[in-house]
């Protein structure tokens, strides 16, 4: 079927939902690895929910320069990831993870 779309009435802060659990539905990329790991430049050219999971919390994303995209003592989660490019990033963590770009939630 063609596409619908409907305009977003929202902006700001309130615009920003929590992306729902839905394994293998809107992936755009993964990730996965075990301890320490070095993903290099990603480009993100749409905005994209970056949803994490690690067998053993703690576990820390970050971009170039230090900039923290994840610090957290969950298991799992996610977060809205900008436009933009992402240089240098990199997975600090203790075990298992994976890391999964997705399209948003509508």
Same mark, same amino acid.
Do not use: C
């Given at each position: 079927g063609a596409p619908t779309t409907t305009p977003a009435k929202t902006s700001g802060p309130e615009a920003i939902h929590r992306a729902p659990? %839905?394994? #293998?539905?809107?992936?755009?990329?993964?990730?996965?690895g075990s /301890?320490?790991?070095? $993903?290099?430049?990603?480009v993100v050219r749409s905005p994209q929910v970056l949803?994490?999971?690690?067998?053993r919390p703690p576990i820390?994303?970050?971009? %170039?320069? #230090?900039?923290?995209?994840?610090?957290?003592?969950?298991?799992? /989660?996610?977060?809205? $990831?900008?436009?933009?490019?992402y240089r240098s990033v990199r997975v600090a963590a203790h075990?298992?993870?994976?890391?999964?770009?997705?399209?948003p939630a509508p």
């Open positions: 659990p %839905a394994p #293998g539905k809107g992936v755009l990329r993964r990730f996965t /301890g320490d790991t070095r $993903l290099g430049t990603i949803q994490w999971r690690t067998a820390q994303i970050f971009a %170039a320069n #230090g900039f923290m995209l994840v610090d957290s003592s969950a298991p799992s /989660g996610s977060i809205h $990831l900008s436009r933009g490019t075990a298992s993870w994976s890391v999964e770009l997705r399209t």
